[in-house]
């Protein structure tokens, strides 16, 4: 008898503590979260630099599954990708290392992306037929769309937040004047 209620106890003590561990780190997590959502909003705007590596990435998965090509081609195309990625990777860190400011970074680092890019997708021209080409060019645009739908969302919301504090601060200081 004595066992068993042991046995309960720290299950249920076990339970608590996991409670109690899993409530802050989802709090923990939160407030990461909006710290790093506020790093990429400077007065009210979004950074407006793409990580050109993960634009890389989407590519590969959306060629893998949104377009499905086969083996034999994914073999072809993985080179490339890689050749690209390893490009880009060093593009970066040389843009990054040369400039005096995050905004000449970017500036080199655009400049350089989009000369990469250009090769790397005649590169994909050499290998993927017309229709697979299409695809994806269709599927890029389609995830542009909808970044941009979402930072059109983003903003709005900003608007909404701004306009709401201010018309807070208007009836706090009627408030003041009534008093």
Not at 2 to 18: N, P, T
Not at 37 to 45: A, C, H, K, L
Not at 116 to 141: D, G, N
Request: hydrophobic share 35%.
């Amino acid at each position: 008898m004595k066992k068993q209620w042991f046995v309960l106890s720290a299950i249920a003590v076990m339970a608590m503590v996991g409670m109690f561990v899993f409530e802050n780190i989802a709090a923990a997590h939160e407030i990461t979260r909006s710290k790093r959502e506020s790093r990429n909003v400077s007065r009210g705007r979004i950074a407006r630099t793409v990580n050109p590596m993960s634009a890389l990435n989407q590519s590969l998965i959306d060629l893998t599954f949104g377009v499905k090509a086969d083996q034999e081609t994914l073999a072809k195309v993985l080179p490339i990708y890689q050749e690209t990625r390893e490009a880009l990777e060093k593009q970066i860190k040389e843009a990054r290392e040369a400039a005096d400011t995050k905004r000449e970074a970017a500036k080199k680092i655009n400049a350089s992306v989009k000369e990469t890019y250009t090769k790397f997708t005649a590169s994909l021209k050499e290998v993927l037929t017309e229709e697979q080409m299409t695809k994806l060019t269709e599927l890029k645009k389609e995830r542009r769309t909808e970044a941009r739908e979402r930072v059109r969302e983003f903003r709005r919301s900003q608007r909404e937040d701004r306009s709401d504090r201010s018309r807070d601060r208007r009836s706090q200081r009627e408030d003041r004047r009534h008093r």
